[in-house]
């Protein structure tokens, strides 16, 4: 049973910076790729970033220079550094084991003026 488990999310002020991570069980994560998805209320669910499992990474526009994915396969650990938050941030963020097509629960982030 594959279980992905996010946390760090918060309210933060714009401009702010936050670090979310998903803690992954059950699978072999060192194996798969990964990403981070957000929803924000009343809008469809968007892709943030991915990771593959050899590193590579991939950005929306909308987060390129200000977002960083990574991931500790050592942890079974993904990453989502997130600086220089904007309003419009504001989200629940999800982590998906895009190898398998698992999500996790989502953390809110909320950014405040």
């Known amino acids: 049973q594959v279980q992905l488990v996010e946390s760090g999310g918060g309210l933060v002020q714009a401009g702010g910076s936050l670090r979310l991570s998903c803690a992954a069980s059950?699978?072999?994560?060192?194996?798969?790729?990964m990403g981070w998805y957000r929803q924000a209320p009343g809008k469809q669910r968007e892709l943030v970033a991915t990771?593959?499992?050899?590193?590579?990474?991939n950005y929306a526009n909308f987060v390129k220079g200000r977002f960083t994915i990574s991931r500790d396969n050592a942890k079974n650990t993904l990453y989502l550094q997130m600086n220089s938050l904007k309003l419009e941030d504001t989200a629940v963020y999800y982590c998906?084991?895009?190898?398998?097509?698992?999500w996790g629960h989502g953390t809110q982030v909320t950014v405040s003026s």
């Open positions: 059950g699978s072999t994560f060192s194996m798969n790729a």
């Open positions: 990771i593959s499992r050899s590193g590579t990474t």
């Open positions: 998906r084991d895009i190898s398998l097509e698992y």
